[in-house]
Nanobody, 119 residues
């Protein structure tokens, strides 16, 4: 019933920027706890950032100061700036958390992912 769709991924040079977007059908994102995760081949899925219904945001230390998470009633966006090769991976949008968290188990709904490659 609920579907999340990510977009905005691509291939960029180190130091460049991308903006990822996640849209959802079925509910208003502004009232939802949302998160972004990423996963590189052979590695565990890791939290990038999460935002709750009150706008409280948590970021992974590895992206703090470079990535910016925002949310309104239609989408959740992740602005990726000053990208590094180690930022490469499949980026996933997630929803359903009860508090902002960087753990996948805190989320119940996931998108299909969008690929980010930094060279």
């Amino acid at each position: 019933h609920v579907q999340l769709v990510e977009s905005g991924g691509g291939s960029v040079q180190a130091g460049g920027s991308l903006t990822l977007s996640c849209v959802a059908s079925g509910w208003s994102m502004k009232t939802q706890c949302m998160g972004w995760f990423r996963q590189a081949p052979g590695k565990e899925r890791e939290g990038v950032g999460a935002i709750d219904s009150d706008g409280q945001i948590v970021y992974a230390d590895s992206v703090k100061g470079r990535f910016t998470l925002s949310k309104d009633n239609t989408k959740v966006a992740l602005d990726l700036d000053k990208l590094r090769p180690e930022d490469s991976g499949m980026y996933y949008c997630a929803a359903g958390c009860w508090a902002p968290a960087l753990t996948p188990r805190a989320f119940t709904v996931w998108g299909q992912g969008t690929q980010v490659t930094v060279s």
